[in-house]
């Protein structure tokens, strides 16, 4: 479980996050709500080790890891960046290759541990995402939209992690691939996984979160079962922050 504590982050004079609490529990999707400049993606970048915490506390199943970010990854946490960041000129196997490792030391053992340790993990994550074993030696750079957001969820979940923590993944996709990779996300967490979800579009996530948290000048001012923020008027009334529903 991935607990962030009355957590505060500045850009300077500007507060980003203002004394933020949430939690993500094992085998639950949860999304963190909110517009543009609500603080989303700066939760995500807090959790990833991208900007420094002014104060507040981070523990992944009870472990304080708030100063060491290196910790967060060997401890299952995997980040999904907003824009995917992939390398255009890698193949999908390269990606998926690089991301089953959750340290550099990892890493550096990575040709002679490649069939042993890498191979299986790979292959189950291409059953997870067909259509990427059809592209498996394409560079990413040649994908549609689609595709490579699915392989940037791929590649995280081929370190084999208890969480993946995702900002915005949906930016730019059709309906039908908003689905897709809302269907992925819930079926992980049916084995166990932990998701937490920064995303602009509320209607769509809310569909599949089991619980969620509404941003406002980085500020929680609402949070709620999903199906009850789903409920008319309550998603509108929680973006005005209303407090707790």
């Keep these: 479980m991935l607990q962030v504590e009355k957590v505060s982050v500045s850009y300077g004079s500007i507060r980003a996050l203002d004394d933020v609490s949430l939690e993500a529990r094992d085998g639950k999707f949860t999304v963190i709500l909110g517009a543009n400049g609500a603080g989303k993606t700066t939760v995500v970048k807090a959790l990833a080790g991208l900007v420094p915490l002014r104060q507040g506390l981070v523990r992944v199943d009870g472990r304080e890891v708030s100063s060491d970010v290196e910790m967060r990854p060997r401890l299952g946490i995997a980040i999904v960046p907003e824009r995917r960041q992939l390398w255009h ?33 790979i292959e189950e994550i291409l059953e997870q995402f067909p259509v990427l074993r059809s592209r498996f030696s394409q560079r990413a750079g040649t994908l549609s939209g689609g595709e490579q957001q699915m392989l940037a969820l791929a590649r995280a979940m081929s370190s084999g992690p208890k969480m993946i923590v995702l900002d915005e993944p949906t930016v730019g996709l059709s309906p039908l691939m908003v689905e897709g990779v809302f269907v992925n996300l819930q079926k992980w967490t049916s084995t166990g996984g932990a998701v937490l979800l920064a995303e602009q579009n509320a209607e769509a996530a809310l569909h599949f979160a089991d619980y969620g948290y509404v941003l406002q000048q980085g500020k929680v001012v609402a949070q709620g079962e999903g199906a009850k923020l789903r409920e008319k008027g309550l998603l509108e009334a929680a973006y005005l922050g209303s407090g707790d529903l």
């Design 89 to 121: 000129d890698m193949t999908v196997e390269e990606h998926l290759v690089l991301g089953a490792y959750r340290s550099y030391s990892g890493w550096q053992k990575l040709r002679r541990t490649l069939t042993r340790e890498v191979s299986p993990r």
